[in-house]
């Protein structure tokens, strides 16, 4: 069983988001900048979040994503969900060649299948508000803002040298 990089990367642009939003919606690039997500990637992943109501889009200059719902309404599980990702450890389904757990299920079908059960309530019981209380995720927003800020910072530098 594993999570793939999908619901990875969703959980952790989603948690970005929360920290920053209340400056006002949240760019994909700014997003990008600080996760080191492909800014085109984020963009798929965010169309799925938008239509699972995870996320809303304002357009035009100041634009963004930020959160439809309070972070204290918003799921891990959620999350993964709204990116179609599964977190399904038994890989008994037909497609794949392995037991339909029917007739024909393979012997520990039911093991798997209570591991997947337990890794959604475990999931589920975690919102993005309990997160960003955690001080190891507080320590690292921190050093990602940080490092964002010198990065424009030097980018401004240089552009007033070339110019």
């Not at 997500?37 to 994503?65: D, H, W």
């Not at 204290?72 to 757990?101: F, H, L, Q, R, W």
């Not at 475990?122 to 010198?150: C, H, P, W, Y």
Request: glycine share 8%; hydrophobic share 35%.
């Amino acid at each position: 069983m594993r999570l793939t990089t999908k619901g990875r990367y969703a959980v952790t642009a989603v948690l970005d988001l929360s920290f920053h939003q209340h400056e006002g919606p949240v760019s994909l690039a700014d997003i990008s900048n600080r996760q080191g997500i492909s800014l085109s990637y984020l963009e798929q992943l965010f169309a799925r979040l938008r239509r699972n109501k995870i996320v809303a889009s304002t357009r035009g200059p100041g634009g963004g994503y930020s959160l439809t719902r309070e972070t204290s309404d918003v799921s891990m599980a959620e999350i993964i969900n709204a990116v179609d990702e599964s977190y399904d450890a038994t890989k008994c389904s037909d497609s794949e060649g392995g037991c339909s757990g029917g007739a024909h299920q393979c012997l520990t079908h039911d093991l798997w299948q209570e591991l997947s059960q337990e890794i959604h309530q475990f999931l589920n019981s975690i919102t993005l508000a309990e997160m960003q209380t955690r001080g190891d995720v507080i320590k690292v927003a921190k050093r990602q803002d940080k490092q964002l800020e010198q990065d424009r910072l030097l980018t401004e530098v240089a552009v007033e040298a070339v110019s």
